[in-house]
């Protein structure tokens, strides 16, 4: 039974308890219900109380009980003279309406059920309580105007924020910003929702501060008013709207973390959805992702449906989770529901797995590419599914064969399409190798490319640049119009990606262009923001192309040592072949990289890598003894020689002879053996690198050699005579460098001879030349014409201009000679002969066999002189270079430390000889003592494509010292 007061009403809070503790809604007997209607009667006095209200909106569900500061019971609110009733959200709505109908003498009460649901007026026809105590529905209202202005006491805040149409976004904004501090829990999050649903607005954070500020302090002071589903939608509001910068977010995923298996399953993704869309990567993003997870696994695939399962993969994908259980209930769940999904849902599930490189879902992308619906698919949806499967590397040529289809069908499309489908599509078709094969659908794209590159982003022009040449495309058109529209494009337009990947297509093509200038610009500028990867492609790319700017080589090194920890064998091994490649030689770069590589463990590299890696320490001249015994140890008791193919046991063999510079027999034995049985799988260049190896640490197999020269001989009378012409030359000076005279090397002499001739001086150098007619100097008579000939084109187009600009007495002549003829030297056996015909008389060349012991004279003197270099270092009034020297004997190629050398020269100024010293770092003291003439002899000369060696000249990897037997 209801009990009233003395003046004969209930309280509103009475009213409310005595509801609730009854826990019935069959709550009133016939006596209460009695009751009730007399307290409908009307009154001039009321007493102010709460108000609670329960409404379900479309959009939003929530259940609020929001209250104002109480009033005197005795208060009559019809007096004109008071203020109107405190008014927060609905609450204050509803006790407006209260009073305003006892005022005009309505026969509503405010403690009216019906008016709680928001109906008009309660009459005969309106919502009745029945004599069971039921309330009986009233008749639906005919539909409200659309348009609400103003304040009404029929609509609450909820109701006003839900019927504003798309047009009326001025008026709603006008709301929010004047009402928010009135809203309920329900209404603040209703009115974040409204504000991102509209698709033409673009809201600043500043301008809704006063919203964001008023629903995170309720958040944080009364989390237990906010359902599940508000929490959900503030989260999609905030992500749609980009506010970043607010901490609204965080404060929604700490109360959603606490209440996780609330969340509905289409809740539970839009939670992710908002993480991996409005939000860094911050611990509350983890902590809230991590528990979505959870709670995702915990209830299983099932209990989502299709657009749940899509939104919580495509999420997981955004945030890089890379948690194998999740991503294997995905794939589980999703295999036999592939029908279930729509276009888009469908694409966004694929997008997921491949963003993490899931591939252990195969049974999805096979069903995804024979039953998916590729055709019909529009350009967006058909753009990353290619791409999801591409990067996935699925390989189904009936996929791809669809894929293809549909972009040629959709021609026309191309013309106003996303032009990021346009670049997604080149860049899969390009990844999955598929573009070749269907040229058509490429070229299609590519056309599209070429005619609308002004509306292409920075990325989509970087991504079918890159496209192009992945996949060996070479149209010069398309590079030169990318490259012109990349060119105007500003600055801040381009992130260190697209500046790193740009560089690589045009260098994997070799297309030079001005835009290559101005992306080294812009990378120049943005080096430290880059990646190690990035660094490594930027430096490939100009090192690929014959760029060497040393400038920008300089200031790449020190942000990749920086990043070495995130670099792996791939981003290493490019950095280290560029250097090498553009002679940028930094020894402290080349020792970091190869220690990185000793820690991620050699067997994360390829052979193909290792070998490239001491090829170009070899080329730079760093000498690291752990990194070699380490490499050879890995080829020779891991993976085994025969595991690795010719080239990377030449470039390994000629890299550790000639930066070690002595013999490993256990390594140079496997390296004989391998080379004789694979000799015909090797290039030109492979079996002078392996016969150099050999020559390098004084050694030879017999064996070896003639297998190598028999090769080589059969290639220069074959098919392969291009390739001969250019590489023999250094198969016949390791030749000679061995000292063997045999039939095998008289016959590939004989070849030479007649395939150089044949090619004519020009098309084969001065320095090829050269380096023949030394080898078969030793073979001169058993040549006969072949010789004569050699010797008759070496005079006219070598010794004779030679002669002529050094008779002319002026040095820079002598230097344009040499840098027009590209060499070096002579050799040993030509110097003399040349010097002669010069007028230096007396001049004598020793046989190996005559030679008295030279080699082990020299080999002596040699570490005498490096003893003394080292302790000269030691002394503290010793020279900084001195110093440095000790610091870096370890380090460097010691052939740039001491050489020993013996001439004797008679010229019309005296004699000059040297009976055999070793010099070191003495010689620029004691160089004084020497002519001019010499001095001069001595200086380095500039080539076309080289500084020439010498024994004070800066070291080059072409310096060797020449013997003859």
Request: proline share 3%.
């Amino acid at each position: 039974m209801l009990d009233t007061d003395k003046d004969g009403f209930i309280s509103f809070q009475e009213f409310v308890e005595f509801v609730h503790s009854t826990g019935d809604k069959e709550f009133l007997t016939e006596a209460d219900l009695e009751k009730v209607r007399e307290l409908q009667k009307p009154s001039s006095n009321q007493r102010d109380g709460r108000g609670q209200e329960k409404r379900e909106d479309k959009e939003l569900q929530e259940t609020e009980d929001v209250a104002g500061p109480a009033r005197s019971s005795k208060t009559s609110v019809a007096d004109p003279e008071m203020p109107s009733l405190p008014r927060r959200g609905h609450s204050g709505l509803v006790s407006q309406a209260a009073a305003a109908a006892a005022a005009s003498g309505s026969t509503t009460s405010y403690c009216s059920p019906a008016l709680w649901l928001g109906s008009d007026r309660l009459s005969q026809s309106s919502a009745q309580i029945s004599r069971t105590g039921k309330l009986i529905p009233a008749p639906k209202r005919s539909q409200r105007p659309k348009k609400l202005v103003g304040d009404t006491l029929e609509v609450t805040y909820q109701e006003r924020l839900t019927g504003f149409g798309p047009d009326q976004m001025h008026e709603l904004v006008e709301l929010i910003e004047s009402k928010h501090t009135q809203f309920s829990a329900l209404s603040l999050c209703t009115a974040l929702h409204r504000l991102a649903s509209n698709p033409a607005c673009t809201l600043q954070l500043e301008r809704f501060s006063g919203l964001v500020s008023t629903l995170e302090a309720e958040l944080r002071t009364r989390p237990d008013r906010f359902r599940a589903q508000s929490i959900a939608n503030s989260c999609w509001a905030v992500a749609k709207l980009y506010w970043k910068k607010s901490g609204l977010l965080e404060a929604l995923l700490e109360t959603a973390v606490s209440r996780i298996e609330e969340f509905k399953g289409q809740e539970l993704s839009l939670l992710l959805w908002s993480m991996a869309t409005g939000s860094s990567k911050t611990s509350h993003v983890e902590d809230a992702a991590n528990a979505s997870v959870c709670e995702f696994l915990r209830r299983g695939s099932s209990a989502f449906d299709a657009q749940s399962t899509a939104t919580v993969a495509y999420a997981a994908g955004a945030l890089v989770l890379s948690h194998e259980p999740l991503w294997e209930v995905l794939g589980t769940g999703s295999a036999t529901r592939v029908s279930e999904f729509s276009d888009r849902q469908l694409a966004n599930l694929l997008w997921g797995f491949a963003t993490v490189s899931y591939t252990d879902c195969e049974v999805v992308f096979q069903r995804v590419a024979s039953d998916a619906p590729i055709a019909t698919l529009a350009p967006i949806d058909l753009s990353l599914v290619a791409w999801s499967l591409a990067k996935v590397s699925h390989k189904d040529k009936h996929f791809y064969d669809q894929v293809a289809d549909a972009i040629v069908a959709k021609q026309a499309e191309w013309r106003h399409s996303d032009t990021r489908n346009i670049a997604t599509l080149l860049y899969s078709l390009a990844l999955s190798e598929q573009a070749i094969s269907h040229d058509s659908a490429f070229r299609e794209l590519a056309t599209a490319v070429c005619s609308r590159a002004s509306e292409f982003s920075v990325q989509g022009l970087t991504n079918a640049v890159w496209a192009y040449a992945t996949a060996c495309y070479t149209e010069e058109l398309w590079f030169r119009i990318v490259a012109k529209e990349v060119s105007l494009r500003k600055k801040d337009e381009f992130e260190p990606l697209d500046v790193a990947n740009t560089l690589w297509a045009f260098a994997a093509v070799l297309h030079h262009d001005n835009v290559i200038s101005f992306l080294t610009s812009l990378g120049k500028g943005m080096i430290w923001q880059m990646s190690g990867q990035n660094v490594a492609i930027a430096v490939w790319s100009l090192a690929s192309l014959e760029l060497r700017g040393e400038s920008f080589f300089h200031q790449a090194a020190d942000p990749f040592v920086q990043r070495l920890s995130e670099c792996k064998a791939q981003e290493l091994n490019n950095m280290l072949w560029a250097y090498a490649t553009a002679c940028v030689r930094l020894p402290w770069l080349f020792l970091k990289s190869a220690n990185h590589a000793l820690t991620l463990g050699l067997t994360e590299f390829k052979t193909h890598e290792l070998s490239i890696m001491l090829w170009a320490h070899g080329t730079a001249g760093v000498c690291n003894h752990t990194f070699f015994n380490e490499v050879v140890d890995e080829i020779l008791g891991g993976r085994g020689i025969e595991s690795c193919a010719p080239r990377e046991i030449a470039n390994a063999a000629w890299a550790y002879s000639t930066i070690i510079g002595r013999c490993h027999l256990p390594w140079m034995t496997a390296v004989a053996a391998y080379s004789q049985n694979h000799i015909r799988e090797f290039d030109m260049q492979g079996i002078g690198n392996v016969l150099w190896s050999f020559a390098n640490v004084a050694i030879h197999s017999e064996r070896l050699l003639r297998v190598a020269c028999e090769e080589t001989s059969r290639r220069c009378a074959s098919g392969h005579r291009d390739e001969a012409a250019h590489n023999a030359a250094q198969v016949l000076s390791a030749v000679q460098a061995t000292g063997v005279t045999g039939l095998a090397e008289i016959e590939l002499c004989k070849a030479a001879i007649d395939l150089f001739l044949e090619k004519g001086f020009g098309n084969v150098g001065a320095r090829e030349f050269l380096i023949l007619g030394n080898a078969a100097l030793s073979f001169a008579d058993q040549l006969e014409a072949g010789w004569k000939n050699l010797t008759s084109v070496l005079e006219r187009h070598v010794f004779d201009p030679l002669a002529e600009a050094i008779l002319h007495g002026d040095w820079s002549s002598v230097e344009t000679c040499i840098s027009q003829l590209d060499i070096d030297h002579l050799g040993a056996g030509f110097t003399a002969d040349f010097l002669r015909r010069i007028g230096i008389s007396s001049v004598q060349v020793y046989p190996r066999h005559e030679a008295g012991g030279w080699v082990e004279e020299a080999v002596h003197a040699c570490a005498l002189e490096r003893e003394r270099a080292i302790q000269a270092g030691i002394e503290e009034d010793a020279p900084v270079e001195q110093q440095k020297l000790v610091r870096q004997l370890d380090k460097v190629n010691k052939r740039e430390i001491v050489a020993w050398v013996r001439f004797q020269v008679s010229s019309s100024v005296g004699e000059h000889k040297e009976l055999g010293r070793a010099f070191g770092w003495r010689l620029e003291a004691e160089i004084s003592k020497l002519s001019p003439m010499i001095i001069n002899l001595l200086r380095p000369m500039v080539t076309k494509s080289r500084i020439a060696p010498n024994m004070i000249g800066e070291h080059d990897r072409s310096g060797h010292a020449e013997r003859r037997r």
